[in-house]
């Protein structure tokens, strides 16, 4: 899950996208429609097959998988 300036990260052509496709076809990554938003970026701008997702859908992320780990 991508928050807040760590969007920033999963633009196209940004300094890990290529790793970031690498682990796409193993792993589930996820934006905040908002935080993407408020920081002027479109979806087709960042990483091919990211899920941008709202605040409902982080909300169901968090209940579905209880080990939450967080490096803010």
């Known amino acids: 899950m991508f928050l807040e300036n760590a969007v920033l990260c999963v633009l196209q052509n940004s300094a890990i996208s290529d790793a970031l496709t690498r682990q796409l076809g193993k792993n589930?990554?996820?934006?905040?429609?908002?935080?993407?938003?408020?920081?002027?970026?479109?979806?087709?701008?960042?990483?091919?097959?990211?899920?941008?997702?709202?605040?409902?859908?982080l909300v169901e992320l968090a209940t579905d998988h209880p080990v939450i780990q967080s490096w803010a």
Do not use: Q, T
């Not at 479109?42 to 859908?57: F, H, K, R, S």
């Open 28 to 57: 589930r990554f996820c934006v905040l429609s908002d935080d993407i938003a408020i920081r002027g970026i479109v979806p087709n701008e960042l990483v091919e097959g990211l899920e941008v997702i709202d605040y409902a859908g």
